[in-house]
Structures are given as C-alpha cells and as structure tokens.
C-alpha cells in the first residue's frame, strides 16, 4: 500500500487549493479524483465548435439529455450541449431527493471538478457575514472572523487573478483587482442613477476569475464568453489551469483518477484516521491508501457523504458525527427576482465583445438600509443590445421580418438576484441504506426546502428591482420572483459545519473534524453560513489557510 | 384573416384528416411552414426541415402532431387546397393571422392554447436555426471567434453588421432559467 504525507480528496476548486499548497510546502500528496483525467486545452473539446457543428445547431437539449441527466435536466440551459460533458450524468450517478421541488446536486466528476464551469464570482466575505448567525441567532458562530481569512483572500486573489473595482465598502470587502472589464453606457447610466437616487446603493463592476492582465501561462481574457466549454488560454482560472500545473511543478504530486474515495478508515487505537478506502471506477476494485493527513474537498454533499460512510465501531454513525449534526444546515443560495427590461436611449452606441461578467448591485438590504427579514442579497445585472436572439419572441412573419434579425433591437437590461439561505437543521443530507449506487455505496438523500426568510428576501428583491428599472428610465418587459430549483445556483454548502463548540459543530476553525484532527474538510460543508456572496473565493482561502495548518502541524 | 379559429376538435381532425400521415410529419408541410416564416431559411439551413422534425419527434409527439393536423384542417377548411399546394400570398396571409393571434394573446398575459404554442415554438426554431446556420453567421453576421477585448461603446449605425450572438454566452447565461422558460 502506498503512502503520503497527505491524500487529497476532489481536485476542484478547493482540492487544486490543497494540492498546491501542501506540495509547495515540501509534503507527499496523493490526489483522489473519482472522474476522469482531463488535459488543458486538448480535452476541451467544443472550445473551437461552431454551432453548425452541434447537434440543431447547439440549440435545444442533445438526444436522450433528459433521460441522461434526470433531475438535473432542469439545468437546462446553463447546462447545454456546448458543457454537458463537464456535467454528472444522473442515470449513472443518482442521488435521492425528499423535497417539494427536487434539489438539483450538478456535479463536475472530472479532473478539475466544477472549477472548469464556474461563474468565476470572487466576493469576499465581511465581517458582518461572519457575524450574522451569532447576531440574530440562526446557525452557530463563525470560530473565525474577517481578520482570520483575509491575508488568505490577498494571497488567493493574487494567485488566481480577479478582476475588478475597490469599493471601500465594509459588507462588501476590498480586495486584490487587476482592472476591471469595462461597463457599457446603459450599464454606467443605470449606475449613475441608482447611486444618485438610492442614497448607499453601489453598482459596480464583476469581481471575476478572468484575468486582464496576463499571468504566466496564462493569457488575457478574449471576451468569448465560453467559459463553461474551458479556455485553452488560461483566461480564466481553474484547477487544470493555474494551481494543478503549480503542484505539478513541485514533484511531489501523484494524481489518482477514476478513483471514487469511499470511506476513511480509523486506526482503532488513536482514534485518527490512517487510511483512504477508494474505488477504482474502472474495475471495481477497492483499493487502500495511507498517509498522515486527509484533505477532503470532494465537494460539499460529496465530502459529507464519504464522512457518513466511514462507520466504524468509534464511530457507528459516521466519522466526525459525535455531534449528530454530520449532513445538516445544508444550504444553497436562493436566485429569483428575475427583471428584463428595456432602455430606448444610447441608439447610437453598440458593446463589442462578450464580457465574461455582470455588473452588480452590492447588498443594501440589512446593510444600508433595514428591511423586516434577516440577512441580504445582491443582484448580478448585464445590459446589451440583442437582435435575432430576440427575434423569435417578437410577432411577424417574412422576409421583413427576417431583415429584422440583423439588425440591433434596442438595450435590453437583466437583473437577477442572489440571496441568502438561512442555516436550518432540517435541511440535511443522509445515506440511504437501501439504495446503492454503480459501485455498491448509499445513494445519498438530500431533503431541502427554502425558509420564508429566504423567500422574503426574493420578494423583496423583486419589487426594488422594478423600482430601480423605473428609476433609471427603463420599460419592464417580464419581472417575476419565481426562484429556481433549491440547488440551481450550484452553491450548495454546509453539512459539516465549523464551529468552536465539538458537541454543535463537525470541524474546528482551523477545518479539522473534531472528532479526528488529522482529517480537514475544506471545501462548501464546512460553511456555518453562507451569506449571499458567492463562496469559492471563500473556499479557496479556507483551504490555503487549512494547509498551513496541516503543514505547521505536521513539521511539529 | 383577423383570427385564427379551429371549427373541429383535434381528436375528430385526426380521425377523418386525410392530409396528414398519422405515423409520421409531413416534409413538405414543415417546408412550407418555415419558408414561410423565413423565406429563403433552406437555401442558407438545410438542415432545418429535419430538425423541426427532430424536435416533433422527440419532444413534443402529441402537441406537434395535433398541431400540424389542426394547421392543415384548417387551410383546407378556409382555401379547399392544402398548406403546401396553395399560393405564397395564401400561405403568409393564413400564417400571419395565426402569428398575430398568438403575439396578442402573449403580448396581453392571456393564457394561449397548445396550437399556440407549438406554432410559437416552431417559428423560435426557425429563427434560431437560421441565424445560428454556418452561411448566415458568415455572411449577414460577423462571427468573431476570438473578439479580443470587451469594448463597451462603439458607434452604431444604421445597416452595420452586427457579431454573432451566442444564445449560450455567459453572460446571457445568468438569466437563462428566465429567458428559456
């Protein structure tokens, strides 16, 4: 059997993270990925397809794509025939869901995980996130607070290259920007108005994972907009991109794919956990690896999955279970408030290029301004001018009519808001003991629901949302607060949540389980909240704080 | 035609429609549909006759179905030739009563009939399928695979060319569960 200073669990967005930095700083690391291997650049193979090349085109879903991803096919359009490849397949990886409207779990099982078809959204969190469960009571206490993690954010932000715009906002931190990607006019008047009108509202810019100044091996971003197919520049960041090739780099790592982590075996007399059990995904073989350490960044549901799996006779439900709360205050973020609308000035003007980001609205309610629901949300907007792309909703028929497709429809403006889901113990995820999956392992269940905290926050969102279209001189075409699918913002987190207290919380604030210290869990479980930012970059930080922990640790 | 009326119930059209094949779509129908929202769209897309099948095919069996056999009753009903046999200016005028009795009812929040909305769909594939077709993206478009920068303003004018729209772009993406609904 072999052994490691350290075994990595995932190669995402937080396992690159680990990888990297416990390479770095000298120690043996086995990566454990249970999808495939993936190249940069040669394995992206619809970057360069034109859509006469897709199946219709590219539009619609592709054959059998409803079948193939089951629940997951609700994910259509954001997953379409351009990424579905980066996407789980539900036939042949299902999971349960007891929820009203089913929770949509899209996974990335490959080298890289979901860091190859992220948003790419880099938003700090503040101290009054960090806060927020000890002030009105949801959740337990953050063990950590801004000062803890912000060198972390420095040294993440620098590495992977974000850019954006300091705002000196409290809620809303500054960090390390290259220059941000230019807003057009519609966007610059919206920002003018709404700051002028709405006394502490900030429109600014998207702090994005995609570089405008090149880094090494990497070069600028191209305004294609094709992030989710992988960009063989490097534009923006991913595991296979930026920290794999780091690691790579060091030769002290030994990457493992189709390797599908089962359980963490615990050395009976310490306590500690000795080894990973996992599953070779093309044979079926079960196979055995030791070290010293074990990262787990299999992705949130997925880490607490392995955790519950690991019963032994120390720990008959579950390793890092003494507390019984192993798999719940699971959460995502609630998106809705969805608003078109149209602007008939600036005619004379059209944008070139397709900008990989939004502009945004920062967090006003519960910051600036009091509203009656708990926490915030923000809004991720966008404006251009659409033409045949729009056509096919508009009446008419004929050669005119045509005509009209090449031609530039008016600025169409969209909003879209992102709020935060309060932590609630019966939000959870468990093993099924009667079904199993390809390999013989509990399907794991999820069971969800939004609070009507959450819901507030939507309805909310909506109405300032119209109010602020009106403001500006905008016409609504369609506004509505449906929200998507618990799930749809792919931000699920929680499960193994952080916190000083063994008997409340799974991990301590440095993300070692309690119940085992040689174990860390860095990646979206270990969330205590989730504020409404969007949490890789929090992820990422987490885990380069963690490994420093484990490394110091270790030498001593 | 101001509106568009169906006199007979899809189920009894069915029954007695000698027009339509009840086990398959009929090619020459699907042309003179999309050619009539688009004239000229097979010239630039071949492939759109196919994929209008494609998606009846697999998608939407009953509803395309009924919808193509309702469609032809009622032409014949109105002109005593078939959809594909009569003139262009029969064509237009029948489909564009049909399009405006769709837009005001979508346009006014009404709820809209499955007639409705499969002829809504097919003329959505149609656009779609023609401006993401390889000569119209070459030739009445500017396809700029790699734009190179964002430029937020640049000036407009009547006639341009326009860039090639990606329906899939991130940007657009973020809205995607309301714009596709």
Redesign the interface.
Known sequence: MSEFDVIVVGSGISGGWAAKELTERGLKVALIERGRNIEHGKDYITE?S???DMH?????KS?DFDKKFGLISKM???I?Q?NEHFFCNFETDPYLTECEDPFIWARGYQLGGRSLVW?RQCIRFSDSNFDANKKDGFGIDWPIRYKDISPWYDKVEKFIGVSGSNEGLEYWPDGHYQPP?????I??HFKEVIEREYKGRIVTIGRTANLTVKKKGRSTC???????RGCSFGAYFSSISSTLPAARKTGNLETICDAVAEKLIVDSKSGQVKSLQYIDAKSGERKEVKAKKFFLCASAFNSVKILLNSKSELNPNGLGNSSGNLGRYIMDHI?GA?T?ASFSIF????????????IIITPFANTTESKEFYRSYYY?C?A??????A?????????N??VA????GPWIF?M?AVGECLPRKENRVTLDENSFDRFGTPQLKIEFSYSNNDLKLMEDAQKEAVNMIFAAGGRVI?S?V?N?NPG?AIHEMGGARMGNDPSESVVNMWNQLHDAKNVYVTDGACMASSACQNPSLTYMALTARACKHAADTMLD | MVGFSLKSSAIELQKNSDYIRKDKIDFDLVEAICT??????FEH?E?VSS?VY??YK??YFTEWKLFFIQLQSAFMEEYQVSFQESSQSQK?YF??GI??D??NKLYEGNPISEFFVTY?AI????????????YV?NN??VY????????????????M???Y????????????????E
């Open positions: 360069w034109n859509p006469w219709n085109n590219g539009i619609g054959k259509y359009p954001t379409n351009y948003g990607f230019e807003m057009n006019s966007e610059k191209n305004s294609r907009s094709h992030c989710s998106e969805y078109i005619k004379e003007e059209i944008d070139q290029g397709k900008r990989p980001c939004p991720q966008g251009d001018r659409i033409a045949w792309a056509l096919g909703a508009k009446p008419g028929i004929g050669r009519y045509s497709g090449v031609e530039a969209r879209k369609k509505s449906k998507g749809s | 009539t929202i688009i004239p000229g769209i897309a492939k994929q494609q998606h697999s998608n237009t489909l564009s399009d405006a769709a837009f809504v003329k959505g594939l149609c656009v779609d399928l023609y401006f993401t077709s390889e993206v009445l478009l700029n695979r790699v734009p190179g920068k964002y430029i937020g303003k640049t000036p407009y004018v009547e006639n060319k326009l860039y729209e990606d329906p899939f772009a991130s940007r657009s993406m973020i809205f995607a569960g309301h714009l596709y």
